[in-house]
């Protein structure tokens, strides 16, 4: 069995190799020596792949006419379910339908940690990018040496910025009646809800009427529905990293321009 994606040129003519849980078996052609198989999952081809080694050392899948770094990504690229054509239109109409909406609002918030984090940074653009809240938060807690080592805001940093309560009539003011976009809605909004209990000193209902004044849409899913690769494990389109760094504002315009992206 094979378990790396680099040395191909010393691989057999038949190979089992392992991606999400599920083998795949490599098959070469018996009238080629070139670094080209196709793939078999329990007795289904599913198309050719090639090895790039000597030109950009990517793996080009023949079917889908596209190129992956990594073997893994290649083959979850032919797994791709009859309905991908359709699902990677509907992701595309919905990116179509966000940016055309003026009401759009893009958020992200850096955080003291993953798990019952509080704001350390919050970030808000319009559907153009253009900035409207860009604000160090003093989160009123310790921040995990981890989540500096990302985004590099420590509590020192925040000592004098504002409390989340002091932004709050701005951030009200911006979001309400918006169609707020982030990437992992759920978590964002997590940390809002987090916030709001601990201003209203608890109140839950306050806190959920406030976050109803705007509606939520998570990027997360329909990009990786565009994307399309496959994950047998869970028999869903497998995450995909927005990439860019650990800034709140940065990031609200990284997924922009991935639902630019998308919208095409």
Known sequence: MVTA?????????CLEYVVDGTPVELV??????RPTWVAYENTRCLGTLHALIDTRGTWHVQTANEEHVRLDDAVRALRRPPTW????????????DCLNDPRLLIIDIQTTGLHNAWAVQIGLTDRHGTAL???????RA???????ALHGISAGRTTTSPTFSMLLPELTGFMAGRRCLSYNAAFDRGVLERELRRHY????????????KC????????????KGLWSARYRSYRYQPLG??????ANCRRLLSTMQHISH
Not at 28 to 33: I, Q, S, V
Not at 142 to 148: D, H, L, R
């Open 133 to 139: 809240v860009d604000e160090l938060v003093h989160p």
């Open 142 to 148: 310790e921040v995990e040496p981890a989540a500096v």
């Open 28 to 33: 070469r052609p018996c009238d080629t020596e």
């Open 85 to 96: 054509s359709q699902d990677r239109d509907r992701a595309r109409q919905w990116a179509r």
């Open 215 to 226: 509606t939520w849409e998570d990027a997360m899913r329909p990009y990786a529905a565009w």
């Open 244 to 249: 860019g760094v650990y800034k709140a504002v």
């Open 5 to 13: 994606d680099f040395g191909v040129e010393d691989w057999g003519h």
């Open 201 to 212: 000193k608890n109140d839950r209902l306050q806190a959920e009427a406030w976050l109803q």
